[in-house]
């Protein structure tokens, strides 16, 4: 019976330092964003339902599953975030759906540049392999100055990281420093949930 006041206070303060490190950890994340020269990459905000209608068409948004006005909220608190901690953000790169499109348009404002490799691929992993190399190739070029975002699918980060994104998670990359020097990996340098 003593010794249950001992475990409740262990769990708690188990329970303390947890969301500490993770604080800490997020604070870190921010920090490395404000030296700039890193890639993050964002799936799109909400789009209820999944998948895409038969025969939709990339030019119309009518045939295309999409945001809804909760998708759009979200997506603007998710540039506001950046806004706030004053990250300079120089590029933005979209997938081609209406969905990556109008994320990135509310979350930065400006007119994000679409990127047929960011596209979502399904059922055909030489395909997703080969999108992957050519976002690689782009990451690996990048120096600044501020980041670059790539809005995309959750299926694109998953193959880029071997990360399946949480709703709302950003996930930093930068080049490997390991490995073969001509063909380099990603790094994932940290993770931020910003919804």
Same mark, same amino acid.
């Given at each position: 019976?003593?010794?249950?006041?001992?475990?409740? *206070?262990?769990? $708690?303060? &188990?329970?303390?330092? !947890?969301?500490?490190? %993770?604080?800490?950890?997020? +604070?870190?994340?921010?920090?490395?964003?404000?030296? #700039? #020269?890193?890639?993050?990459?964002?799936?799109?905000?909400?789009?209820?339902?999944?998948?895409?209608?038969? !025969? !939709?068409?990339?030019?119309?948004?009518?045939?295309?599953? =999409?945001?809804?006005?909760?998708?759009?909220?979200?997506?603007?608190?998710?540039? *506001?975030?950046?806004?706030?901690?004053? *990250?300079?953000?120089?590029?933005?790169?979209?997938?081609?759906?209406?969905?990556?499109? /109008?994320?990135?348009?509310?979350?930065?404002?400006?007119?994000? /540049?679409?990127? +047929?490799? @960011?596209?979502?691929? +399904?059922?055909?992993?030489?395909? @997703?392999?080969?999108?992957?190399?050519?976002? %690689? %190739?782009?990451?690996?070029?990048?120096?600044?100055?501020? =980041?670059? $975002? &790539? $809005?995309?699918?959750?299926? =694109?980060? +998953?193959? @880029?990281?071997?990360? &399946?994104?949480?709703?709302?998670?950003?996930?930093? *990359?930068?080049?490997?420093?390991?490995?073969?020097? #001509?063909?380099?990996?990603?790094?994932?340098?940290?993770?931020?949930?910003?919804?």
């Amino acid at each position: 019976m003593k010794r249950r006041p001992f475990a409740f *206070v262990a769990i $708690v303060l &188990m329970i303390f330092s !947890f969301g500490a490190s %993770k604080a800490g950890s997020t +604070e870190a994340a921010w920090a490395r964003l404000a030296t #700039g #020269g890193y890639t993050i990459l964002l799936t799109h905000a909400l789009a209820p339902g999944t998948g895409d209608p038969p !025969f !939709f068409e990339l030019d119309d948004c009518t045939t295309q599953r =999409n945001l809804s006005d909760r998708g759009r909220q979200q997506a603007r608190r998710r540039g *506001v975030r950046f806004a706030a901690r004053a *990250v300079s953000i120089s590029r933005v790169y979209s997938s081609q759906w209406c969905r990556t499109l /109008e994320t990135a348009t509310n979350a930065f404002r400006d007119d994000p /540049e679409p990127l +047929e490799a @960011l596209n979502l691929v +399904e059922d055909d992993s030489e395909a @997703l392999a080969a999108q992957s190399e050519e976002i %690689k %190739k782009i990451i690996r070029e990048f120096r600044g100055p501020g =980041n670059q $975002v &790539m $809005v995309t699918h959750p299926e =694109n980060v +998953e193959a @880029l990281t071997g990360i &399946m994104p949480r709703e709302g998670e950003a996930i930093i *990359v930068a080049p490997s420093r390991d490995g073969d020097p #001509g063909n380099p990996g990603l790094d994932v340098v940290a993770r931020l949930l910003l919804d």
